[in-house]
């Protein structure tokens, strides 16, 4: 019989949360080197008669830079940019749709996998912790039927006679990811759905659920703890553009190394490349670090490449256009 788990547990499963704990977005990002050089040359050869007219011609050029579209941002201005890569680019520069009826958000692998975990949460009471802080093994046997994942791993675990939490797709991620977003509540004996958690499984609150997901997995979780690339937390970061640029992009299949670098903001490409990423490889990134991520909440969908059995090419789904729209 599993005992209780102590605070040393807890202590441990906190610990483990730091890994997908979520780096602060910088402040929004501009092209200062470009604006640095048109000031310098409205600058040169004139002479101002006092501070106050040499203030106002600086502000009256970096106004008109900020302002005007630039074809390396997909049309955007610098001030659209800006906005988009603001720390609070989720409440004002991308608008969520958050009256939608659950049949729009019933095929989104998180939102399924979630109300399936927190169903079963509700069903036993609590979820006592190994001594890893994990999940233990008759919670996830009772789950894993249950959660969404693909079927070529599902195959290789049905092969195990124990399945762990570390064996099953998302599981480590959920345990950390639902008490962030005020799901689950860590107790001593173990984890226990919340108040929050049980009043959003009902059907007619599906749109609430959904829409506390995505915001806390793209504003308070680290998605690059669950891939095996570098950093680059600035992609996250910067999140907000990539949604833009993939909302003017044509309807259909595009390929992924084809639409990568557009969906990095500029000086983020820089960033990566001058850390030794290759240009050419930016595909991945796009996959594992952007386009996967709204694929799992049903914005996207993924094209395979049988051969190889990963992504090559990703399009929009309806929920993108009815859940997404921007405010520039």
């Keep these: 019989m599993q005992q209780a788990n102590t605070n040393a547990d807890i202590a ?25 050089d048109e000031i310098r040359e409205a600058l040169k ?7 106050e007219d040499a203030n106002a011609t600086l502000r009256a050029v970096t106004s008109q830079f900020n302002a005007r579209p630039m074809a390396e941002f ?4 610098p001030e659209q940019v800006f906005r988009l890569t603001k720390p609070d680019w989720l409440d004002n520069s991308v608008r969520l749709n958050g009256k939608l009826p659950i049949t729009s ?3 989104a692998l998180h939102f399924h996998n979630v109300r399936a975990l927190l169903t079963i949460v509700n069903e036993w009471g609590e979820v006592k912790l190994t001594q890893t802080g994990a999940f233990n093994r008759k919670f996830v046997s009772a789950l894993m039927p249950q959660l969404w994942f693909e079927d070529f791993i599902r195959k290789v675990i049905d092969r195990y006679q124990v399945v762990n939490e ?6 480590e991620f959920y345990r950390n990811f639902l008490p962030e977003a005020g799901l689950l509540n860590v107790q001593p004996k173990g984890f226990q759905i919340t108040e929050t958690g049980k009043r959003l499984l009902a059907d007619d609150r ?17 998605i690059g703890a669950l891939d095996r690339l570098p950093d680059f937390n600035s992609v996250q970061g910067t999140l907000g553009y990539s949604m833009y640029r993939l909302a ?11 639409i990568a670098c557009d969906l990095i903001l500029p000086f983020v490409r820089d960033e990566i490349i001058s850390s030794g990423w290759p240009e050419t490889e930016f595909g991945i ?5 952007v386009l996967k991520h709204f694929v799992d909440f049903g914005l996207l969908e993924f094209g395979m490449d049988k051969s190889l059995y990963k992504p090559d090419k990703v399009r929009k789904t309806a929920l993108f256009k009815e859940y997404l729209t921007f405010n520039l």
Excluded: Q
């Design 206 to 222: 599906a749109d609430e659920l959904f829409t506390l997901l995505f915001r806390t997995m793209f504003t308070t979780m680290n």
């Design 45 to 51: 050869g004139k002479e101002f008669s006092s501070l």
């Design 285 to 289: 990134i796009a996959d594992l670090r």
């Design 74 to 77: 997909g049309g955007l201005s």
């Design 105 to 107: 958000v019933s095929n």
């Design 248 to 258: 003017r992009m044509p309807e259909g299949w595009l390929n992924i190394n084809e």
């Design 12 to 36: 441990i499963w906190r610990a483990e949360c730091m890994r997908f704990s979520r780096i602060k977005n910088k402040p929004g990002h501009r092209p200062v080197a470009s604006v640095t």
């Design 166 to 171: 570390s064996d099953v797709p998302y599981l």
